[in-house]
């Protein structure tokens, strides 16, 4: 059996394929080694009763997660999977590197994920290169559910929100600038935290003012990931992520605006992350 994932922050989609050629898929929290240890990972996939049934029988992983930005940080979310899938052979790598892998469709491109967080990265079908670095949500992660979030949540407590949706956190969310600042500055997965008030930003997003937030956000996001390859407006841009699905729409306005040729637009990259697998990974 083999089994192959694609972790964000917030949440891990797993596939097994099975010896019959069947597949069967499963749901975790995410795993980011910046915010997860070895324990933390290896109870969440125990926890999972329907994954973790088949942990002895799984001879090879392969798991494309969040933070996996290098040697270090790769062990820990190695060393978590090794507790549970103690037969396997564990192969772990950056969620980028999944990403550009499940919308390679036999061309070079850019692949840019668009969820909690935010990244993107060349592949010309050998290797996948970043042209510059994932700041996080703190310095970075232009477009991103966090950043979206930060940017809600600071025009809330200014009061600079549209009435509706101001009212809509004070009245019925009943929000207090302590619970924000408990869980932005004191509390851990603050990038979660902020990237939870994307559904609010969805229900609203007929909004002139979400639109216009969206819009710049997305084009902050381009400006500084997609146009510092090269080549950008002469190869396909594709997406991974619930903000570049949900707002499908406003980023094919914003692509069309800066002369860049739309890819795939993905919500999830599991099912073409299995397909490249199969076809040029696994013998």
Not at 62 to 68: K, M, Q
Not at 143 to 153: A, D, E, I, Q, R
Not at 197 to 225: A, C, D, P, Q, W
Not at 227 to 244: E, R, T, W
Request: neutral net charge; aromatic residues 12%; proline residues 3%.
């Amino acid at each position: 059996m083999y089994l192959i994932a694609d972790s964000g922050s917030t949440k891990c989609d797993w596939m097994l394929l099975k010896n019959d050629n069947q597949r069967e898929s499963f749901s975790t929290m995410g795993f980011n080694p910046f915010f997860h240890n070895e324990e933390i990972i290896k109870n969440a996939i125990i926890n999972n009763e329907e994954l973790s049934k088949y942990a002895l029988d799984v001879k090879l992983v392969f798991l494309y997660s969040a933070g996996c930005s290098s040697k270090e940080l790769k062990l820990i979310v190695e060393h978590g999977l090794k507790a549970v899938f103690k037969n396997a052979n564990i192969y772990v790598d950056h969620d980028l590197v999944g990403a550009a892998f499940s919308t390679y469709n036999g061309e070079p491109g850019i692949t840019c994920i668009l969820g909690t967080g935010s990244n993107s990265c060349y592949f010309d079908g050998d290797n996948v290169t970043e042209e510059v670095p994932a700041l996080g949500y703190i310095l970075g992660d232009e477009g991103s559910g966090s950043y979206f979030g930060k940017k809600m949540l600071a025009d809330y407590l200014y009061k600079k929100l549209p009435s509706d949706i101001q009212n809509y956190l004070q009245k019925d969310l009943k929000l207090t600038k302590k619970e924000i600042f408990e869980n932005v500055y004191m509390k851990p997965h603050a990038n979660v935290y902020l990237a939870s008030f994307m559904k609010i930003l969805s229900n609203y997003k007929e909004s002139e003012y979400v639109k216009v937030n969206v819009e710049n956000g997305l084009r902050h996001f381009i400006t500084n990931h997609v146009c510092c390859f090269p080549n950008y407006n002469k190869v396909p841009v594709h997406f991974i992520g619930s903000i570049a699905f949900h707002f499908e729409d406003i980023l094919h306005k914003v692509l069309k605006d800066m002369n860049i040729k739309a890819g795939n637009i993905i919500k999830k990259p599991i099912d073409g992350l299995v397909d490249y697998h199969l076809k040029y990974l696994i013998k």
